[in-house]
C-alpha cells in the first residue's frame, strides 16, 4: 500500500465517525443507510516544462491533457520525471442518522477539511479529506420504496433510499436526519516502472 494510500487510511479513521448519536446513548440513533464509493486513475508523464510548470499527462485510454501545476501548492515539482506515474485516489462515503428535531432547531451545515503534503525533497503528494455534517428535514417518506425525501439549509431537496427499510420506521415528515458526507481525495507522483 503507498504512503499516499496509508496516509489517507489514516486521516479518514480520523474523520469519520465510528457512530453517530443523537443525545445521550439511550437515545442513541440507528444509522439508516450508508454507502462508500471508491476510484483510482493512474496517468503517465508524457512532457513536463519546469519553467512554465506544466506537465503532459496520458490517461487511460491514451487520452492526453496538459495541466497547469501552482508550484507554491504542488511542493517538490522539481522532483517529478518524465515516465512517473501520477495516481489518484478518491473515497467517497455519505451515512444517514436518524435524528429528531429539537423544538426550533432549523437545517444547518459544518464542513472540516484536513489536509497533509509530502515532505521536502520526496516526489509530491498530498490528501485531502473534507467532511460535512448536514442536518435536514424530512420533506416526504416513502416506506414501500425505502425513500426519504430531505430539505437541507440551502433549500435543496434531496431524495435517497435506505439500505434496511426498517431503519426507517417510527420517522415522520417534519423529523431531522443527519447526513454525514466525507469525500477524501490522494494525489501521489510514483517512480516511473523499471523496465
Known amino acids: 500500500m503507498s504512503r499516499s494510500l496509508l496516509a489517507l487510511s489514516a486521516v479518514l479513521a480520523l474523520t469519520l465517525p465510528v457512530s453517530l448519536h443523537a443525545g445521550d446513548k439511550k437515545d442513541a440513533a440507528p ?12 496517468a503517465k508523464v508524457l512532457e513536463i516544462d519546469y519553467a ?5 499527462l496520458e490517461g487511460e485510454g491514451g487520452t492526453r491533457m496538459e ?22 485516489q478518491q473515497e ?16 444547518n451545515a459544518e464542513t472540516v477539511t484536513a ?16 467532511t460535512a455534517e448536514i442536518s435536514a428535514e424530512i420533506t416526504k417518506l416513502d416506506m414501500a420504496k425505502s425513500e426519504i425525501e430531505l430539505k437541507g439549509p440551502a433549500g435543496n431537496v434531496v431524495v435517497l433510499t435506505a439500505k434496511d427499510p426498517k431503519n426507517l420506521e417510527g420517522l415522520k415528515k417534519g423529523d431531522m436526519v ?3 458526507h466525507t469525500i477524501a481525495l490522494a494525489i501521489s507522483v510514483e517512480p516511473a516502472p523499471k523496465s
Do not use: H, M
Request: charged share 25%; net charge positive; hydrophobic share 30%.
Open 31 to 42: 444509522i439508516a443507510a450508508s454507502t462508500t464509493t471508491y476510484n483510482t486513475r493512474t
Open 52 to 56: 512554465k510548470n506544466t506537465l503532459v
Open 67 to 88: 495541466i497547469q501545476v501552482d508550484p507554491t501548492k504542488a511542493k517538490n515539482f522539481k522532483n517529478v520525471k518524465k515516465g512517473d506515474l501520477v495516481v489518484v
Open 92 to 107: 467517497k462515503s455519505w451515512a444517514l442518522n436518524i435524528s429528531k428535531r429539537a423544538k426550533g432547531e432549523k437545517p
Open 115 to 130: 489536509k497533509e503534503t509530502a515532505p521536502a525533497g520526496q516526489k509530491p503528494s498530498g490528501e485531502v479529506v473534507k
Open 178 to 180: 443527519t447526513v454525514t
